[in-house]
């Protein structure tokens, strides 16, 4: 079963390496490919468990709450993700993604008293100097700056989702909590998208279906799913892997060759991750 996990959330962050490249393909702001991307993605997902199961079933009353709260984490950490990326590059915006594993393990210890070990604090500590290299200069007149610290914001948000999807494994299936999830982010982000003055050409909508099917339903059912058998710090160690999935994406598909401080914090993350994932006399 772990096995399985480890492919799911591989795929997962696949998937999610790829959404960041819509950010620069969509003619939108971020907040309307965020509300495009979950209205798609909870309506793929609501159709899909009234085909499976004929019904959408509902959650027990202690875990509605949480539900809605963790809805209102996502619609922000896609919101940071998205104009992070607008703000600076997908490279940026995939890096500082990538720290996301340092909130996860100094959180996860907290909520669920998980055991803080000394080679997970030295792992953080690697991410976020590889963060660091990536900055350009410390200004919040510079783009790159400010497209950083959104991005910050964004890996925060993942991690404290992360360990909030943790209560619900077990209980629910991937599909629906990520449809209550989602269909939460519609109804939160409906208020900023009335306040827009602008309207999706038919190309954006066609990105906006694959964005909300492929990246966004199938990708955080995935995500979800694999938390069952995979403890919250491995899923998160594996999310860096996003970086090189957007880098690459970034460089094959949209002519975005990254700097070498961008390469050189990549590095280092990508090393965390690999260092992190073997398992001793393998």
Known sequence: ??????????????????????????????????????????????????IRDKKIPVPEKKDFLLLICAGIVLALHWWAFLESIQLSTVAIGTITFSSFPLFVTFLEPLVFRNKLTGKNILYAILIILGVFITIPEFSLENKMFLGIT?????????????????????????????????????????????????????????????????????????????LKDIPAQLAGICSSMETVYGILFAFLLLGEAPSLRELAGAVIIIGVVILAQLKPGR
């Open 1 to 50: 079963m772990q096995k399985r996990a480890v492919i799911f959330v591989n795929i997962a962050v696949l998937l999610f390496g790829l959404a960041g490249l819509f950010a620069k393909w969509i003619q939108l702001p971020a907040i309307g490919i965020t509300f495009g991307r979950v209205l798609v993605s909870s309506i793929s997902l609501g159709m899909y468990m009234l």
């Open 150 to 226: 959104v991005g910050m914001i964004s890996s925060l948000a993942y991690a404290v989702l992360t360990l909030m999807n943790k209560n619900f494994v077990g209980k629910y299936t991937g599909t629906m909590t990520a449809f209550y999830e989602q269909a939460t982010a519609v109804i939160v982000l409906i208020p900023f998208i009335l306040q827009l003055d602008v309207r999706p050409s038919n190309a954006d909508l066609g990105l906006l279906l694959f964005l909300g099917v492929a990246t966004t339903a199938l990708a955080h059912t995935l995500f979800i799913t694999s």
